[in-house]
């Protein structure tokens, strides 16, 4: 007799109702039909498949490009009493031969596999003697060229249709623009009415975007300030970069591990073992680490250059805050990433019309970066979602941006660009405006222009400022195709005339406060209640020593917020603790009478 999904929600799961869309998507998979699913990282979308290839009959087939997510849902589904496989790059041929067998005597429920792995000729040959219950195609995103983390291989999934026409298909996403969704419909063949939006709001991560000078010292006093003890991700652009944030780190007392792709290989997987297995630990990576990281309780994302698009930002910061507790997304960002980000984009090997996409897309992320408004309502806006009032919930909502009439500012800067010849960067305009005597200037007779020195009355910084302002509105171009000088927007020929006002936002340029040495380094507290949190301390320490047995990440036992109604409940019984959010029977039998020892000890 089939299971109802209600009753797998609770039984194995251990979850009294379903999330948002969860429970429409399933039903209409259920029935056998195909879905694009948009959740966003931490919605719940890896239940949309999981519990429909537990009510249908036969094997459901997961399709993923991430081995450590792989790896992640299967050591998780296994504590549930789940039956399920992974056929990846990562198993030896005895391991793959015995996990295929297993899939064709239909004694797995669910098995994972690489894309790679899939569209061989003789894993689709075998995978037509089994029977399967539905195909589920992650991270979909990469099946478009328009998205941020194009894969050509995901190309070639659209055979799945024409080999397996019964077997219904999700393909799920947290990331996809209009664009990317079109994109993924008319590759993959499903229909229009078989989309399924959720919201993107992540309610829980507060974002803050702050200026790149003395990044550094601010990136410390955030961690400080918020995330003292916490699990953290910290992103550059460049693998150096990487080992040397990583290497300051760590001289600064913190427990930080580089990852990037320039690393020996088995030093790179022993970091992310540590970082998945491990409480407080910061990774320093490139973009490339955290795809398919499964970690619900990293607390913060940091940023030290500026991602590429909106999209990159989005599914990058989401990494933070899986589990539902508040979390941070922190940005610094600078004129010379922009010019970076172009260069890659002017010197890339794609079309025209793909440089075009981009280049759009870098525009909106600047858009986010310098607007007044609530970031939360911008980002959303995004993908094509409102937001009615704003957030209260990020740093322009928290501390509303002051702005300034920069008219006379914006004709100066603009000036100085074209007597300058349209050739040079902000740097060097800047030096022009605020007089200085360099021998570049000199030897370019600089020094004798009409806007040599007009600039004084804004220091370096905040000419900085201005100058990324005037490039998110258009008003100046990085000309990439040259040196990386500016030229003149199209549209700033009214702002030069006197015929249009500008305004822009007034950032406040003080000094960081540095580290207070002689405060001792503690774990922020989770909860009000002293008591309650010595109790969640112990309750944490018991999951470590569990972890630590099995060989697993302490999150494959329980969540954090699993733990916090531990703390704040103090169940006595087995009906009581049954009756925790994410404890199913399966849990319930392993772990009930350890943890309940624990709290009975704490009175």
């Known amino acids: 007799m089939r299971k109802s999904p209600e009753e797998v929600l609770n039984n194995i799961f251990g979850f009294d109702s379903f999330l948002g869309l969860q429970n429409e998507v399933i039903d209409h998979v259920i029935a056998g039909n195909d879905a694009l699913v948009l959740m966003p990282t931490g919605g719940g979308k890896s239940l949309c498949y999981q519990i429909p290839a537990l009510c249908r009959d036969g094997v459901g087939l997961v399709i993923s490009p991430l081995i ?25 041929h005895g391991e793959i031969k015995a996990t295929e067998q297993e899939l064709l005597e239909g004694s797995l429920d669910l098995v994972y596999v690489s894309p790679e792995k ?62 990317t969704r079109r994109d993924i419909i008319e590759r993959l063949e499903i229909k229009e009415r078989q989309l399924f939006v959720s919201s993107f709001d992540r309610p829980n991560i507060k974002y803050t975007i702050v200026s790149k000078d003395d990044s550094k010292s601010k990136l410390i006093k955030f961690i400080e300030d918020h995330h003292s003890g916490d699990s953290g991700i910290v992103y550059c652009m460049s693998r150096s970069k990487v080992d040397t944030i990583a290497q300051w780190l760590i001289g600064e007392g913190f427990n930080a591990l580089p990852y990037h792709a320039g690393m020996d290989k088995n030093d790179r997987a022993i970091n992310q073992d540590k970082f998945s297995k491990e409480e407080g630990v910061i990774v320093v990576a490139t973009i490339a680490f955290g795809m398919g990281i499964d970690k619900p309780d990293v607390r913060f994302v940091a940023h030290l250059d500026l991602p590429k698009s909106i999209e990159s930002y989005y599914q990058e ?16 960002y600078g004129l010379e990433d922009l010019s970076k980000i172009i260069h890659f984009i002017v010197s890339s090997n794609a ?26 309502q911008v980002l959303l806006e995004y993908f094509g979602e409102s937001l009615k009032n704003p957030c209260g919930n990020c740093d322009t ?19 100085c660009v074209y007597k300058t010849g349209e050739r040079f960067g902000a740097a060097y305009v800047i030096d ?76 406040q340029f003080s000094k960081t406060a540095g580290r207070s040495r002689d ?32 060989k697993v990440p302490p999150f494959i036992i329980f969540h954090d917020t699993a733990l916090l109604e531990m703390a704040k409940k103090r169940p006595v019984s087995i009906v009581e603790f049954g009756k925790l959010p994410g404890v199913g029977k399966t849990k319930l039998e392993r772990y009930a009478a350890g943890f309940l020892k624990v709290i009975s000890s704490r009175g």
């Open 397 to 415: 909502c928290l501390e509303p941006v002051k702005s300034f009439d920069a008219t006379v500012a914006t004709q100066k800067a603009l000036s």
């Open 351 to 376: 079309s025209e019309d793909q440089k075009r996409i981009e280049r759009q897309k870098l525009d909106a992320l600047l858009g986010l970066c310098e607007t007044m408004r609530c970031r939360r």
């Open 519 to 550: 405060k001792p380094k503690q774990a922020k507290v989770t909860l009000d209640n002293e008591e309650d949190e010595a109790l969640l301390q112990d309750l944490r320490a018991h999951r470590r020593e569990l972890a630590s047995e099995q």
């Open 118 to 179: 899939l569209l061989t000729e003789e894993f689709l040959n075998h995978l037509s003697k089994c029977k399967l219950s539905l195909i589920a195609i992650d991270e979909a995103h990469c099946v478009s060229q328009w998205g941020h983390d194009f894969r050509p291989v995901y190309l070639k999934l659209n055979i799945l249709k024409k080999l397996f026409p019964d077997i219904p298909r999700l393909a799920l996403t947290a990331t996809a623009d209009g664009p």
């Open 317 to 332: 910061t989401g990494r933070a805050g899986r589990d539902g507790l508040k979390s941070n997304a922190w940005l610094a």
């Open 68 to 92: 450590a997510l792989m790896r992640d849902q299967v050591e998780s589904l296994t504590q549930l009493g789940v039956r399920a496989s992974v056929l990846n790059s990562t198993l030896t």
């Open 432 to 507: 022009v405006l605020l007089g200085s005597n360099s021998a570049r200037i000199v030897q370019f007779n600089h020094n004798k222009i009409s806007t040599y020195g007009i600039g004084k009355e804004y220091s370096k910084n905040q000419w900085r400022s201005i100058f990324r302002q005037l490039v998110a509105k258009n008003l100046l171009v990085v000309d990439m195709e040259g040196h990386g000088g500016y030229r003149l927007g199209e549209n700033s020929s009214g702002v030069l005339r006197g015929e249009e006002k500008v305004l822009l936002r007034e950032e």
